[in-house]
């Protein structure tokens, strides 16, 4: 609002707003005007791929539904909502989920904000069900998975993602049923991978690594009704336990750790393991999140700031879309390089011969990408 006030802003707006005026608006929002924002999100990033190509490159062809959640701390006792959840942390529950390809950085396809007392997997099928829906509509027609970290190995993640037609890949708890199926994986089934300190042999022409991967087929959540139990791989990468002490002595038995991934994704078990791995990528979104707009929720009132989150959502998006015109460079860059790079532009604008002229910096590094965004936002086709 601060920028909206100064220098030759009094000739584009004809009213002076006070700052206060957006708060008060904000505040009268209620849970159905957050689900209208929802909906404006969803319609938008489709929009957005149907007119920047390479937002979502690749799409067509595979495409990765990644969902997370995180606690953004609060203070004070006016928090609407506010409350100590897994982390210990007092605050409120930001659950994220977003679409990525292999060849595009991740856009956000939903958004919740939820108590912060709230468990992790807590409302997760609808939010998986809607962001598959989304996902279709941007685009993504081909092969989708759904992958999450051991908080959301749930029976009703997986017939969520399952009635969206997409697959899931999921980090399974090491209960019992999960520990005796890893017991059962027969020694010469076990795969060296490409990990840190990982040699390659010439001669047998495979990794000599700590960490090595293998497969079994597995029934999960066997205590629900029989029409409720999922079959399907059980992908463990073990790692050895190394001395803690580093007295290098040498081992008796070898020790393991075990991480072990419930999929049924169709590729070679050796694709699907690293492809899980990958799942991590949500989390740079969530670290972007809280350092842009989710760095602080202003208000009070809970709808006011699910309306904030949602609203941060979209920015992301159009920022992402920005860098996706830009250049190959910032089509995968952070929000704050792109705001320092693209939009806080030390330009001077100059008034000659009855016309505004916007005159960049000499010797400016971005000049190009800065072109080459304005050039293709005037050539996009506006709709009202």
């Known amino acids: ?53 390479g937002l979502l490159a690749g799409a067509g062809q595979v495409a990765y539904l990644d969902v997370d959640d995180t606690i953004r701390a609060t203070h004070g006792y006016a928090k609407q909502g506010a409350g100590y959840g897994y982390s210990g942390v007092k605050g409120l529950n930001a659950q994220v989920a977003t679409l990525s390809t292999p060849l595009a950085a991740p856009a956000i396809t939903g958004i919740r904000l939820r108590k912060g007392s709230s468990a992790s997997a807590h409302g997760a099928a609808k939010l998986i069900s809607e962001s598959l829906a989304t996902a279709r509509r941007a685009g993504a027609g081909g092969l989708v998975t759904v992958r999450a970290d051991s908080a959301y190995y749930q029976q009703s993640v997986v017939a969520a993602a399952r009635r969206g037609g997409a697959h899931f890949s999921l980090t399974a708890r090491m209960n019992p049923g999960v520990v005796a199926a890893i017991s059962r994986i027969p020694e010469d089934a076990w795969v060296g991978i490409k990990y840190p300190q990982a040699i390659w042999d010439e001669r047998e022409q495979r990794w000599v690594s700590d960490a090595e991967v293998a497969e079994i087929p597995y029934t999960a959540f066997t205590s629900r009704r029989q029409d409720q139990h999922v079959t399907a791989r059980l992908i463990v990468r073990r790692v050895k336990r190394l001395d803690p002490t580093g007295g290098g002595q040498d081992e008796l038995l070898a020790a393991y750790r075990h991480h072990a991934v419930f999929t049924d994704f169709p590729l070679s078990m050796l694709d699907a393991e690293a492809s899980h791995r990958d799942h991590a990528i949500v989390e740079q979104i969530i670290a972007d999140l809280k350092n842009g707009p989710l760095a602080h929720l202003p208000s009070g009132v809970f709808t006011a700031n699910s309306a904030w989150t949602v609203l941060a959502a979209i920015a992301f998006n159009l920022t992402r879309a920005a860098g996706v015109l830009a250049s190959k460079l910032h089509a995968k860059a952070r929000t704050a390089t792109i705001l320092a790079q693209l939009i806080a532009v030390p330009a001077r604008i100059a008034n000659r011969a009855r016309s505004w002229r916007l005159h960049l910096p000499r010797n400016w590094p971005w000049q190009s990408g800065w072109e080459a965004l304005f050039e293709a936002t005037e050539k996009l086709p506006m709709t009202a």
């Open 1 to 53: 609002m601060d920028l909206l006030r100064h220098g030759g802003m009094g000739r584009a707006f004809t009213e002076r707003r006070a700052p206060t005026t957006l708060g008060t608006h904000v505040r009268s929002y209620t849970f159905g005007h957050v689900r209208q924002l929802d909906a404006v999100a969803s319609r938008l990033l489709a929009g957005l791929a149907g007119r920047v190509p």
